[in-house]
């Protein structure tokens, strides 16, 4: 056994629609390698329409109409049980889904059925990938509860008894109760508070670390990621554009959109002027020659308006899509950790 | 505009029949102006002809080219339909998108008369009116009553739709913007509402010239004026299947469902040309 | 000194369910606050939802009416039952900043509409030259221009155009305030930093004070003037922002502060929470005290 779950190779998805005569293709999803490990937590950032949403459907299988593998290999290696998306059956696909691979979705409530006791649910979902009926199902589902810290009475609850917190605890609980190699989250926390948000971050780096299992997780929120995940993979518009150790990514970026990303956060205790980045994430569907990240990179030069640069290793473990990835520098320097905590100890 | 009818010709079967079906009903019915014969005269044709070169559509009972009768009943049927769906559809978008966006005693003032014209029973009041108004009750006036009883369903739904808007916020940034209430409802509310009006547009058709068949069948109408309603009543006085008149039924009844059929798929096709959604998709959104 | 906005002792209850089991939320309880003519200020309103500073903003834009308490501005009382003209006046004032600048125009119209509306009721103009001077010069303290926006659709513009433009739509009556309810809450990471700096600009080069309503504190410290904390309907701290959020003092504000999450850790993965800290902030919800000031100019809710 490798020590990667997932292998995603040469992958192309695209949109491809006609609507009374105007036809479109958009590149939603153009030539990304990459691969995630076991026992990993795998963030990927990305601005909104910059084909993160569209990579993530096709990792997690779901791959509709207008969109369509054009090219590529998206290779899981589960626990007896090997399925490439690009070319699975379906009956592949549903042997996979929630028992080696479930989702953590952004609003709980289009998981949880409103009219049904969140029980009902946990059965709706888990009894068959698990094998369990009656009482050892439910035996199974309570002491998977009371590790997530939740009393076994939520199970005859209906999800709006729930406060948002709980909730999202909840649905934390139904996508791991089997165990699954693989969890996509997908923004799972952007429409909660900021007190509750950290809470069930440490919910699911805790569980994902009791499972080994792997977690991708998705946020467009940088301040997240640096606390969630081992590693971060940058995407903008539809390529790869950088990947490296989370620490690494924010103190020694190499690629100008990443460090535009990092250096634009606000923090407290720091009123220095933070810096805006100009201009808009291209059109997939005409997106611009070259590096797509050049009509707005500061460090641009006339090779990168005309070739593309490939995602080469730059760092151990770290790999960058830039012609000048050795310019690149840190915008903002690291803070001493004691002056940003400040008084609160 | 022109492209926009090219290109729904060109890349929309359903439109591209539905055109030719209604294209066809309408040069049908536009002969009537042309018409040599007058609608009302009886027996200036030998009775009861089948179909024939002389006679495209045969002759009935009562001595008239059922041809030439038919381009006039089409044509004042299709009056009757389109005065029907044009006026309800007035009441309904005046009141569906008063009712959404006002909201307060203004939605609950309009939506109790909805319900109420809702809970009337329209069969027997027509009766009634046509009782109380005999030879005045023309296809005008009849439309006019019709077209009161055809909104509130289609109100209702216009104002769902209403209520959603209000809460969008480019519906408090225009008020921010100083547009008025007015502005507001017919220029940012009523494209969102279009697909609606077209659609219950044509159920509306249908039911209003079903409605008209059924009185002139029972003949609760004027039965001088002809439409399809009145030929059906009159080939039904005549006992036009016992007879063996049988293109007198059969005739009416095609051409109903044809112009049926046309309008259905036009409704359907232009309704998905201008869903907001799909407009905002072609528009590259 | 003048004072540009009053709100004093503002509470907001509104009634929730139906015939038989009626409840009484208690929105907003007792907010104080005031804004100077003289001294354009950006002052942040920060809470969670449920905190109320969303009513709070909508009081102030008069589109809801405080159960007691008066707001006014300019010193008359801020209502939405006036006449028309009275209420056109009020929003010449004061305008708003929306949530989500894809929902700010309407996408089936083009953008322009929305400024050539503002500029021809709020600005009495109506000649092609005079709108179109005033549209440009509102595009411009943003940094866009008219020939950018001109005969445009919404989803031809990016996000931080979008937010741009209904910001300068906003402007163009010359409001001295700004209400701005979460504006970059719904905007890529990449774009925050653009609107927020905006705000900044808009009160160093041009004067207007804008109320700030947000969760994040972040941006809050990088911006404000002064702000408020509130929980549960209450203000529980108030000062200037620095003060505040460098050494917050009331338990709430310092667990909000605690749950802010650093990149200075960046990869180490730290996501406790001390349970202490929010079992103490949460005994405190539902409880009256009372607001008291302290040395530094700031005023703390004490039980």
Redesign the interface.
């Known amino acids: 056994m490798s020590d990667d779950l997932l292998k995603v190779e040469g992958l192309k998805a695209y949109y491809q ?6 036809r ?1 293709e958009v590149r939603a999803v153009d030539d990304i390698t990459m691969s995630i490990r076991r026992n990993e937590i795998y963030g990927i950032a990305g ?2 329409s910059s084909g993160k949403t569209s990579f993530i459907k096709v990792l997690a299988a779901a791959i509709r109409p207008p969109m369509r593998i054009v090219d590529g290999s998206v290779k899981y290696e589960f626990k007896g049980l090997a399925v490439d998306v690009a070319t699975a059956t379906p009956e592949q696909i549903e042997a996979m889904r929630w028992k080696h691979l479930s989702y953590i979705m952004q609003g709980s409530m289009s998981v949880l059925n409103p009219i049904r006791r969140i029980g009902r649910t946990f059965e709706d979902f888990a009894a068959r990938p698990l094998g369990l009926r009656g009482a050892a199902f439910r035996q199974r589902v309570i002491g998977h509860l009371e590790r997530l810290k939740l009393p076994a009475d939520v199970l005859n609850a209906y999800p709006h008894e729930l406060s ?1 917190g709980m909730r999202q605890r909840v649905t934390i609980g139904l996508a791991t109760v089997c165990h699954p190699e693989f969890i996509i989250a997908d923004e799972p926390t952007t429409a909660l ?3 509750v ?3 069930v ?2 919910l699911i ?1 805790e569980i994902q670390q009791d499972m080994g299992s792997s977690v991708v997780f998705v946020t ?5 990621h ?5 590693r971060v993979g940058i995407i903008y518009a539809g390529r790869l554009v950088e990947e490296g ?7 020694a970026p190499k690629h100008p959109y990443t460090a ?3 250096a ?8 220095a ?9 291209p059109n997939l ?1 005409e997106p611009p020659a070259g590096c797509r990240f050049h009509p707005r990179c500061p460090l641009a030069v006339d090779k990168c308006k005309t070739e593309v640069p490939p995602l080469v290793d730059v760092a151990n473990d770290h790999r960058s899509a830039c012609w000048r990835s050795a310019d690149v520098q840190p915008l903002v320097a ?2 001493a ?1 004691q002056a ?5 100890a | 505009m022109f492209s926009v009818f090219r290109d729904l010709i060109r890349y929309n079967l359903e439109f591209a029949i539905g055109v030719v079906l209604v294209t066809v009903v309408l040069i049908f019915a536009g002969l009537s102006f042309v018409s040599p014969v007058d609608p009302i005269t009886i027996y200036a044709a030998i009775p009861d002809m089948p179909p024939s070169a002389q006679y495209w559509f045969g002759t009935n009972s009562r001595g008239q080219d059922l041809f030439w009768q038919m381009t006039f009943a089409l044509r004042n049927t299709l009056t009757f339909g389109l005065t029907v769906a044009l006026i309800s559809r007035v009441i309904a978008i005046a009141v569906g998108l008063a009712a959404g966006y006002l909201g307060g005693w203004v939605d609950r003032v309009l939506m109790f008369f909805c319900d109420i014209f809702v809970a009337i029973p329209i069969f027997p009041i027509l009766i009634l009116f046509y009782f109380v108004l005999r030879s005045d009750m023309n296809t005008m006036n009849l439309a006019l009553i019709m077209a009161s009883f055809g909104w509130p369903f289609d109100a209702r739904l216009i104002r769902s739709v209403a209520v959603g808007l209000r809460h969008r916020e480019f519906t408090r940034h225009a008020v921010f913007a100083g547009m008025s209430a007015p502005k507001i409802m017919l220029e940012e509310h009523l494209p969102y509402v279009m697909p609606i009006i077209f659609s219950t547009a044509m159920a509306n058709m249908i039911w209003s010239i079903g409605l008209e068949v059924t009185l002139a069948v029972l003949g609760f109408t004027n039965l001088n004026i002809p439409t399809i309603g009145t030929a059906i009543y009159w080939a039904n006085n005549h006992s036009a299947m016992i007879v063996g008149v049988w293109w007198w039924i059969l005739i009416p009844v095609i051409i109903v469902v044809l112009l049926f059929i046309g309008l259905f798929l036009l409704a359907v096709s232009l309704n998905e040309y201008i869903d907001p959604r799909s407009r905002l998709r072609r528009m590259g959104a | 000194m003048t004072t540009l906005l009053d709100v004093r002792d503002v509470s907001k209850r509104f009634t929730m369910g139906g015939l038989l089991s009626r409840k009484v939320v208690a929105a907003v309880q007792d907010a104080s606050l005031s804004l100077d003519v003289e001294t354009p200020e950006i002052f942040t309103i920060i809470g969670e939802s449920g905190s109320g500073k969303t009513t709070l903003a909508r009081m102030i834009l008069g589109l809801e009416l405080p159960t007691s308490g008066e707001i006014s501005f300019r010193g008359k009382t801020v209502s939405q039952r006036v006449s028309r003209q009275e209420r056109l006046d009020f929003m010449a004032n004061v305008q708003p900043v929306f949530q989500n600048p894809f929902e700010a125009f309407n996408p089936l119209k083009r953008i322009d509409r929305y400024l050539e509306a503002t500029a021809a009721r709020f600005l009495k103009l109506s000649q092609r030259d005079d709108l179109d001077a005033a549209m440009d010069g509102a595009l411009q303290k943003v940094g866009l221009s008219l020939v950018e926006v001109r005969g445009r659709y919404p989803h031809e513009l990016s996000g931080g155009q979008l937010q741009r433009a209904a910001i300068a739509r906003a402007l163009i009556p010359n409001p001295p305030l700004l209400v701005a309810d979460e504006p970059v809450s719904m905007v890529d990471a990449s774009l925050r930093m653009s609107i927020v700096n905006l705000l900044k600009s808009l009160r160093d080069d041009f004067g207007v004070s804008v109320i700030y309503i947000t969760h994040d504190l972040a941006t809050a410290y990088y911006i404000s003037n002064r702000l408020i904390i509130m929980q549960r309907g209450r203000i529980v701290e108030m000062g200037d922002a620095r003060t505040v959020l460098d050494n917050p003092e009331h338990p709430y504000s310092r667990l909000l502060k605690a749950s802010v999450l650093s990149t200075e850790d960046a990869g180490a993965g730290k996501l406790a929470t001390d349970p202490g800290m929010v079992k103490l902030a949460g005994e405190l919800v539902g409880k009256a005290g009372r607001l008291v000031d302290r040395a530094d100019g700031r005023m703390v809710r004490v039980y």
């Open positions: 629609m006609n609507y009374f005569g105007v479109r601005e909104s948002g508070d900021v007190v948000q950290k809470e971050l440490g780096r467009h929120d940088m301040s997240v640096a606390n969630m995940t081992d150790p989370t620490r690494q990514m924010f103190f535009h990303l990092v634009s956060l606000p923090r407290i205790g720091d009123t002027q933070r810096p805006a980045l100009e201009g808009r994430p569907a690291p803070q950790p940003a905590r400040g008084v609160m």
